[in-house]
């Protein structure tokens, strides 16, 4: 046999068994790949088919907790119904408490206005009567003085004439 035979016959042969060698392994691969799916398929068949076992048992819970669901808020109707009655209750009367006080804060107001307005009038009052009692008073002391006045006047008038009249006899006239 030639060189180039051999070394043919050696080159196909490493190729070939390379080539199983790969094929080999991929075929492995492609294997467990192929059993993984198997068993999740079937994992996968069992569930639904317990699913499906189980459908009248869920349907019939399901349906039984629905209707209790719906029962008991038909049955809790009528104190919700008292509930919302209470708390709009309690609303309207937090207003109208609300504008009772607001109404008695103004009327307050109003009096203690009212009050100090006529407190203020009345001392007012009091001072135009002390001021015309002043007034009045100096008025009359006014006078008075005037009339001391007048009175010290005439006397001094009589006293003049008096002395004239003295005076007028020692000097003969």
């Known amino acids: 046999m030639s060189d180039y035979n051999r070394d043919y016959d050696e080159n196909?042969?490493?190729?070939?068994?390379?080539?199983?060698?790969?094929?080999?392994?991929?075929y492995d691969c492609a294997d467990q790949?192929?059993?993984?799916?198997?068993?999740?398929?079937?994992?996968?068949?069992?569930?639904?088919?317990?699913?499906?076992?189980?459908?009248?048992?869920?349907?019939?819970?399901?349906?039984?907790?629905g209707f209790n669901n719906t029962v008991q808020g038909v049955e809790n109707i009528p104190s919700?119904?008292?509930?919302?009655?209470?708390?709009?209750?309690?609303?309207?009367?937090?207003?109208?408490?609300?504008?009772?006080?607001?109404?008695?804060?103004?009327?307050?107001d109003v009096e203690n206005r009212y009050d100090q307005a006529e407190q203020g009038v009345e001392n007012r009052y009091n001072d135009a009567e002390q001021d015309v009692d002043?007034?009045?008073?100096d008025a009359r002391n006014k006078y008075n003085d005037a009339e001391q006045d007048v009175d010290r006047f005439n006397s001094g008038v009589e006293n003049s004439y008096n002395q004239g009249e003295q005076q007028g006899r020692r000097d003969g006239w």
Request: glycine residues 14%; charged residues 35%.
């Open 33 to 65: 790949a192929f059993d993984r799916e198997e068993q999740r398929v079937g994992d996968s068949f069992r569930r639904d088919e317990q699913a499906v076992e189980n459908a009248p048992e869920n349907v019939a819970r399901y349906a039984e907790q």
């Open 80 to 108: 919700d119904i008292g509930a919302g009655l209470r708390g709009a209750a309690n609303w309207i009367g937090e207003k109208i408490g609300g504008v009772e006080n607001e109404g008695r804060r103004a009327e307050q």
């Open 134 to 137: 002043r007034f009045g008073q």
């Open 12 to 26: 196909a042969a490493r190729f070939a068994g390379e080539a199983f060698v790969l094929t080999e392994g991929s």
